[in-house]
């Protein structure tokens, strides 16, 4: 498994991916100068697979390689994950 995070900003979304398969989402909200993290999403066929982490450390990276925004988690599983992973502490609005 190969999995990769991009980001399509026409949709408000990053996207996990392995290869051209679609494996989870996140979506978001632009607020000025913040993202709302709004909504993972992984399909109900890959539950349990793990891929949540991936999904959520993948954006929060992704997003912090862009340089632009900072974020509020407001998708209950991402802010769990902010505060378990202080790392990304940086990040918050």
């Given at each position: 498994?190969?999995?990769?995070?991009?980001?399509?900003?026409?949709?408000?979304?990053?996207?996990?991916?392995d290869g051209d398969e679609?494996?989870?989402?996140?979506?978001?909200?632009?607020?000025?100068?913040?993202?709302?993290?709004?909504?993972?999403?992984?399909?109900?066929?890959?539950?349990?697979?793990?891929?949540?982490?991936?999904?959520?450390?993948?954006?929060?990276?992704?997003?912090?390689?862009?340089?632009?925004?900072?974020?509020?988690?407001?998708?209950?599983?991402?802010?769990?994950?902010?505060?378990?992973?202080?790392?990304?502490?940086?990040?918050?609005?």
């Open positions: 498994m190969s999995l990769e995070i991009s980001h399509e900003p026409d949709k408000h979304r990053y996207v996990l991916s679609f494996m989870g989402e996140i979506e978001y909200q632009i607020d000025g100068t913040r993202l709302l993290l709004i909504r993972a999403e992984v399909p109900l066929e890959k539950r349990g697979e793990g891929l949540g982490i991936p999904l959520t450390r993948g954006t929060l990276n992704a997003i912090r390689a862009e340089g632009t925004y900072s974020v509020t988690p407001l998708c209950p599983y991402i802010a769990k994950y902010m505060m378990k992973n202080p790392e990304f502490d940086d990040l918050k609005a």
